[in-house]
């Protein structure tokens, strides 16, 4: 025996033992290195499903925030529809007082009666323009405005002609007739109204030029001027005459330059003559 002492070699069963062993490791190994693996892969996707999750339930809206939504929605359509029978439908808000303004020598309630209002009709369902256009068919009524007064009273505010001159359709006519300043007949007298000019014309008729023309010159004319004219006649458009109550006679010509020919005439009266002359203001003349 020696002094070195010998290490013992292993048996083979012991070998083989050994060696399943270490295989039995390798594979525990590998089997946790994949579930490592596999592990870290899910990881992002789980979290990026909570995500939505989460994201999902904080857009949703809750149960509670949807009925009240449907509620406001509701009470709005309640609203309009109510809105809507309270203007269109509801007596509430129906016509109940037809007032007249401007209203002199026509009676109110003629025009009232010539309006035609349905009373208890709701007010925005009244056709005003209907009504201004029955009222302004009426003779002695120039201008018709019609509007609403809330809640129940429908205005009617009128002009009325105003007498500038007037005819007398003479023997076996229908008498004495007014004419306003566009040479509407509006209205029958039975005597010849004071401080107005006779028309003394073939044919008296707002469609007639001639009236329209003599008619316009009278309404432009100053109201002192106007009192001295006893009578005004025309052949055409551009030849309107007047006779004073003087008896002298004034030839005007057309209706322009109006307040020029007034000046110029004003200052011709002063002067002795039977006809004055101002259809050209520029060169008037005076004949004795």
């Known amino acids: 025996m020696t002094g070195t002492r ?23 190994g590998r089997r946790s290195e994949e579930d490592r693996r596999r592990t870290r892969a899910r990881s ?15 857009t949703r809206p809750t149960r509670g925030k949807e009925i009240r939504r449907r509620w406001v ?22 016509v109940k007082t037809v007032t007249v303004q401007g209203a002199k020598a026509v009676p109110a309630e ?19 323009d ?17 509007s609403r007064s809330w809640p129940t009273t429908l205005e009617i505010a009128v002009t009325e002609r105003a007498a500038i001159a007037f005819f007398d359709s003479g023997p076996g006519g229908d008498g004495v007739h007014l004419v306003d300043g566009g040479g509407v007949v509006f209205k029958t007298v039975k005597s010849r109204p004071a401080g107005l000019p006779e028309l003394k014309l073939p044919k008296v008729s707002a469609d007639d030029p001639v009236t329209r023309a003599v008619t316009a010159v009278l309404r432009v004319l100053p109201e002192a001027m106007l009192k001295q004219v006893a009578t005004a006649t025309a052949k055409t458009p551009a030849s309107v005459e007047f006779t004073l109550s ?11 330059n109006t307040d020029r020919k007034a000046k110029v005439l004003a200052a011709l009266l002063t002067q002795p003559g039977k006809v004055y002359d101002v259809s050209a203001p520029e060169l008037p003349t005076i004949t004795s």
């Open 110 to 128: 003629q025009i009232r009666v010539a309006a035609g209002v349905p009373t208890g009709e709701p007010m925005l369902r009244v056709d005003a």
């Open 44 to 58: 992002p996707r789980q979290g990026r499903s909570a995500a939505k999750r989460s994201g999902s339930a904080r």
């Open 73 to 94: 929605a509701l009470l709005i359509v309640v609203t309009v529809l109510a809105l809507a029978y309270l203007l269109f439908f509801s007596s509430v808000l129906a």
């Open 246 to 256: 003087t008896g002298k006679t004034v030839r005007w010509g057309n209706a322009e």
């Open 130 to 146: 209907a009504i201004r256009d029955r009222v302004a068919e009426m003779s002695g009524i120039a201008t018709v405005e019609v």
């Open 6 to 28: 010998q290490r013992r070699r292993p048996s083979s069963s012991e070998r083989d033992e050994e060696e399943r062993a270490a295989l039995v490791r390798e594979r525990r």
